[in-house]
């Protein structure tokens, strides 16, 4: 088992790899704008930050924020810079808000997105109807969120390791 905790870094970067390969295959096959496409990868950033601050988290999150980055249609290192960013925020928040649960990291996620979105655009080129494709990118992120974060949090249930209480023994 300690291996494992050792390589979950490496797994949430392959899980990110995973999701940048549905994100960009799978959305724009079924017609879906990109400006409405959910980002996954931020989903599973937010996951991490429901854990204590520990250097797996750190790394784990620096790997899937490369990998969004390095393999996604987004726009490079600045996209990197701000999951890391929405990362370090979210364990920020968790120390004051209870988000260790679906809906308050989903509101998160999507929340994350429609900032993350209209910093890009202040980097860029302002478009037309941002504050529309902002939200709706937050929106579809969010709705995503609920069954990626179900899995998420039922897997850590299941494989979390098993501490022996001193009372039982």
């Given at each position: ?13 392959l899980a ?57 249609s987004s ?95």
């Amino acid at each position: 088992m300690k291996i494992l905790l050792f390589l979950s870094p490496l797994v949430y970067t392959l899980a990110a790899l995973v999701l940048v390969a549905v994100e960009s295959s799978l959305f724009p096959r079924l017609g879906i704008p990109t400006a409405l496409t959910p980002d996954l990868n931020l989903v599973l950033i937010v996951f991490l930050t429901s854990t204590p601050f520990r250097l797996r988290g750190f790394f784990s999150a620096l790997g899937i924020s490369l990998a969004a980055s390095l393999f996604g249609s987004s726009p490079g290192f600045p996209l990197a810079f701000g999951h890391l960013a929405v990362y370090f925020a979210g364990l920020w928040i968790n120390q004051t808000v209870f988000m260790n649960h679906i809906f308050p990291q989903a509101l998160f996620a999507g929340a994350g997105r429609f900032i993350l979105t209209l910093g890009a655009a202040l980097m860029t080129v302002l478009p037309e109807h941002l504050f529309f494709k902002a939200a709706g990118g937050g929106l579809t992120t969010a709705m995503f969120a609920f069954p990626i974060l179900f899995l998420l949090n039922l897997l850590r249930e299941r494989y979390q390791p098993q501490t022996t209480s001193s009372i039982s023994s």
